[in-house]
């Protein structure tokens, strides 16, 4: 990058707002042709709204993009694409049944005298795959690609449509390091034709390592753009995290008692391996770590969603089954997911049923459940959660994204968990809401409940935790207690930087 | 770069046309009789109908989508064709009001999926019913016989070139001309990237849903047609006219490699479904096997195509760390 040449891409100003979450506010972004430019920030910084805006996915509420020059034209994936940006997402998007050449020159395949151009199309995604220098042969079809090669049909696609702007969201997410030297190899080369390539990525070392300069974007605002040699990894967390942390998170002082949970020597292979902690009653351990570190799936094995490979759980002594959910939640287990859409409600069934269903059998009279019963369930739970409800038989989806998971607590607190595992409990929910969920829960705490929190918002766990374990790349790298933990320090064991 | 044998074993209709070729050789070593000219001629003569209606269903089957309405549809414009004279109208004017039908089923198929976003299935099962309701109303109990189906379209379905039916040198050359569109012009090919993957399809650009609707119209259109094949073939219609045939369009489509699950297959594949289904058929008669084994041996049939195609995707390895296939 040289500072005397013209920006490829300036954006000034971005906002973006989605219903009353402020996705983008002073999103600032500039491309110099010939560059690696690394865009960082915790989840939920804003990060993926602005890629999507580059997509033509989202289109700001304010700001302006200006691409060569030239204002941007957003709104359209199609447009975006003309005007020379690719986006390349976490998870590519092929067309499995089509060949790599076609999935090269979808939508706009070669043509010869008003017909496709088979021929061509193949030669010239060979010569793409050449000088990305991978062997591919452009006439099998995309079905069963590995995630790397898929990466590359991706960017061959993107050298195809001579794209100036090429945006790799988490690319490195789902690679070996075979892979990943692979793909730096191309980004380096595409950098050397003069593209800007954007590089978003959680681990800390590969962007040193890759990139000549970072932009750090916080709470939807850009906090800061410098040469890569200028930072380092202690400057870029400082600045991923600086916030203060507000009083949103009223802990309540618990009392912590015997061991409720312990899980030893935990495996899944692919996912996470030698998991072992313990949770006490009247705790609050907060699970952290970025996404795709394998927290999900963790508290999905030891709740019996998923079966391990290897290791134990025990709930106060007793052994649990393995991969046997119901057994567990007879047990006293209890998890509330993270998508609560897809896998916590029943959308179109009613409040009172949705809140009954863990219940039913409790409810049942000689294996009739009566509505009243479930009715009755629900309408002493939704007074202790604060539900906002017009009739205790409106189908769930018309009620907010925070009432429904009160809904989803309180089908789980009705069972009277031992055990209560709550995976990202507050996302995408509004700031009254979540000090409402934050204090249910520390207040189950102080009965003497063990909770488990999964959580990716830092100040979220830093705030409720008695004690913090950090996940990386499917394995415990890191364990704090309330007092000794600070999000520089979370965040470090998370990204891998040692200090 | 890959040798021509291996090309060749890609090809998805591959293993069914051998299939084919080993159910008719069984047969005619069985029964000498299906290898004549004649015999061979009633396989052709068979298969065509539910072959164009295959060619057609294969539009809509790319897409993942399905078109049931068809088998009203073509029993509709069957019919109209068999009465255009009665009613005091020409050829062309039966031709035209048929082709008209087809296309507008079509396109309330086409809107209401395309648009309205709502499944296929569903819409085409309504419009299958709610054809079919018109259908009854203005056949009532009216049968076309011979003597009023009009002189052209008798003689389709009457004459022969060489040999081959001409009923099945239409569907034939229409099979060809459908293949020739679906394989190299770029808005067809946009089907079968719809079928594969639809948000990506969203994501690269293609305008999704205009072309869901004129491949529904297209499907639509060609059916209208086939009425008049019908008409042609069986020389009679009434209101009974096509009634279930449009699942076993679908089956020899299934059968013949287009895959359900969207993005992949061919007209060529669903021709050669259509041959397999109609050779069983006949096969069965050859060789004395009472009839109604014919609808356990399709079943069976369809279970295997769609059980051989999972065993042969699921056969198809991750590529290697550093590109594939090396």
Redesign the interface.
Known sequence: MAPSQKPVLEMRDAAKAFGGVQALKGAELTLYPGEIHALLGENGAGKSTLLKAL?G?HKIDSGSITLNGKTFEQG???AA?DQGIAVIYQEP??????TLA?NVF????L?KAG??DWKSMEQQAKSL?DQLG????P???A????I??QQ?VEIAKALSIQATVIVMDEPTAAL?S??VD?LFKVARSLEAQGCAVVFVSHRLDEVFALCSRITIMRDGATVGTDLAKDLNEAKVIKLMVGREISELYPKLPAKIGDVVLSVDGLNLAGQFADISFEVRAGEILGLAGLVGSGRSEVVRAVFGVDKYDKGSVSLNGKKLRNGNAAANMNAGLALVPEDRRQQGLFMPTSIAKNSAVTMLKKLAKLFIVRAKSEAELAAEWGKVLQLKYADIQDPVDRLSGGNQQKVVLAKWLATEPKLLIVDEPTRGIDVGTKSEVHRLLSQKAQEGMAIIMVSSELPEVLGMADRVLVMREGRMVGEFDRKQATAEKVMAAATGVTK | MTSLIQKALRIRELPIFLFLVVVALVTGFANPAFFTVAGLQDVLLGVSIVAVLAIAQTLVIVMKHIDLSVGSTIGFTAYVMGAAGSWGHSVWWGLAVSLGIGIAVGAINGFLVAYMKLPSLVVTLATLYLVKGIFNEIAGGDTITGDRVPEAVNAIGANYFFGVPYIYIIVFVLMLVVGFIMKRMRAARDLYAIGSNLSASELAGIPVARRVFLAFVATGAITGLAGVLLLARYNTADANSGVGIELYAIAACVIGGVAIAGGIGTVYGAMIGAVLLQTITSALGALGIPQFWQLAVNGTLLIAAISLDRYLSSRVKPTSIMGSHE
Do not use: H, M
């Open positions: 997509a996915v359209s994936t199609r694409r998007s092929l067309f499995p049944d089509l076609e979808v939508g706009r395949q043509e017909v496709v795959f991978v062997k591919l042969d006439s099998i079809r079905r069963g690609l590995s790397a090669d590359i070996s075979k892979e692979r």
